[in-house]
Antibody, heavy 117, light 107 residues
């Protein structure tokens, strides 16, 4: 059974940093692109970043470029999102998602990031 | 970036109704479109991919159609479990985008 479990969310002050993790199991992690998708409270879904199987290609939504970094450790079956210079508008539930042929076919349960003073 | 526009944003319907949701892309995305269902407090669930392919395990009352810039999600006979928010998503480019969502409410 495919499982994605996010962790690392919490309350952080504006300008601060946070690192999210996603532990994957039930599939060959190194064979799939992976993504982060977020959802601000009461709002819609927003794709944040993608990373290729070997980490050689990464793509970001414009609003996080230069501030967020997606990475992975295939030996640990783990996906990460390093978030720096956080802003109030980054407040959201962050989902880890497996990418299959461009589609988000499996999702984690999400971790809440709150940026507030 | 490709913009995705869904309509309506809210839809009130009754059990048994036929429901149609529309998604428009700002440029042609061929058939690279997926639909997701999300219930409050839960992660989204994949329903349809490549515009009209039904994900395994999804009831056949859900169907998708369209290509290019205009797409539809149809629920042939709305069931109590279908009251949720639905999102379209394009994957024509590495920069993925979602529609704003359509909330299907009980009439």
């Amino acid at each position: 059974e495919v499982q994605l479990v996010e962790s690392g969310g919490g309350l952080v002050q504006p300008g601060g940093s946070l690192r999210l993790s996603c532990a994957a199991s039930g599939f060959t992690f190194s064979s799939y692109w992976m993504s982060w998708v977020r959802q601000a409270p009461g709002k819609g879904l927003e794709w944040v970043a993608n990373i290729k199987q070997d980490g050689s290609e990464k793509y970001y939504v414009d609003s996080v470029k230069g501030r967020f970094t997606i990475s992975r450790d295939n030996a640990k079956n783990s996906l990460y999102l390093q978030m720096n210079s956080l802003r109030a508008e980054d407040t959201a539930v962050y989902y880890c998602a497996r990418v299959w042929n461009g589609i988000f076919d499996y999702w984690g349960q999400g971790t809440l990031v709150t940026v507030s003073s | 970036d490709i913009q995705m526009t869904q309509s309506p944003s809210t839809l009130s319907a009754s059990v048994g109704d036929r429901v149609t949701i529309t998604c428009r892309a700002s440029q042609s995305i061929s058939s690279w479109l997926a639909w997701y269902q999300q219930k409050p407090g839960k992660a989204p669930k994949l329903l349809i991919y490549k515009a009209s392919s039904l994900e395994s395990g999804v009831p056949s009352r859900f169907s998708g159609s369209g290509s290019g810039t205009e797409f539809t999600l149809t629920i042939s006979s709305l069931q109590p479990d279908d009251f949720a928010t639905y999102y379209c998503q394009q994957y024509n480019s590495y920069s993925r985008t979602f529609g704003g969502g359509t909330k299907v409410e009980i009439k």
